[in-house]
């Protein structure tokens, strides 16, 4: 069973920059795109981007794309989203999801952007 | 970019109600939907993929269909630990879109 396990809830001041984790079990890791999807309090879900797992190949939301860099390693199975720039609208809970017919997803990472 | 739209945005029901949540997307997305339940202070779970598929774990009393671009949620029998909030989700080609939600509580 494929399990997609995210590094730890974040506090970080505005203009600061955060990087989350998002570690993937089992041996398909290369096979597959991951996305990250933000979640404000109250809001709808927000994509972000992906990276192909197999190639390093990225996608950005126009919204993000000059402050997210989403990146993977392949000798941990593990990607990685940093957020540049943050304010205080950037507090949210982020997420990691697999690609694939039934995709899967993390348990979230709060980021919170507070002076 | 695909865009989804879902209602009702909210919904008032009681144990044992049969309860329908749509969602259409602005072009087609073949059967590439996913239906998710969401409580406070969780990440979402996956119900329904691929427009119908139950997901492994998830009670038969929940199934999704398509109709072209419109895709529905159905829960029949309500239990008290199905009032939630509820997503779509397209996965078809990125970026991915959502649905904002639909807010199912008790009347």
């Known amino acids: 069973q494929v399990q997609l396990v995210q590094s730890g809830a974040e506090v970080k001041r505005p203009g600061a920059s955060v990087n989350v984790s998002c570690k993937a079990s089992?041996?398909?890791?290369?096979?597959?795109?991951l996305h990250w999807v933000r979640q404000a309090p109250g809001q709808r879900f927000e994509w972000m981007g992906r990276?192909?797992?197999?190639?390093?190949?990225?996608m950005y939301s126009q919204k993000f794309q000059d402050r997210v860099t989403i990146t993977r390693d392949t000798s941990t199975s593990t990607v990685y989203m940093e957020l540049s720039r943050l304010e205080s609208e950037d507090s949210a809970v982020y997420y990691c999801?697999?690609?694939?017919?039934?995709?899967?997803w993390g348990q979230g990472t709060l980021v919170t952007v507070s002076s | 970019d695909i865009q989804m739209t879902q209602s009702p945005s909210s919904l008032s029901a009681s144990v044992g109600d049969t309860v329908t949540i749509t969602c259409r997307a602005s072009?087609?997305?073949?059967?590439?939907l996913n239906w998710y339940q969401q409580k406070p202070g969780t990440a979402p779970r996956l119900l329904i993929y691929?427009?119908?598929h139950l997901q492994s774990g998830v009670p038969s009393r929940f199934s999704g269909s398509r109709s072209g671009t419109d895709f529905t949620l159905t829960i029949t029998s309500l239990q008290p630990d199905d009032f939630a909030t509820y997503y779509c989700?397209?996965?078809?080609?990125?970026?991915?879109?959502f649905g904002q939600g639909t807010r199912v509580d008790i009347k």
């Open positions: 989700h397209q996965n078809h080609i990125a970026p991915w879109a």
């Open positions: 990276v192909n797992a197999g190639n390093g190949d990225t």
């Open positions: 072009q087609n997305i073949f059967s590439y």
């Open positions: 999801a697999r690609s694939g017919i039934n995709p899967i």
């Open positions: 089992g041996d398909s890791f290369i096979f597959y795109a």
């Open positions: 691929g427009a119908s």
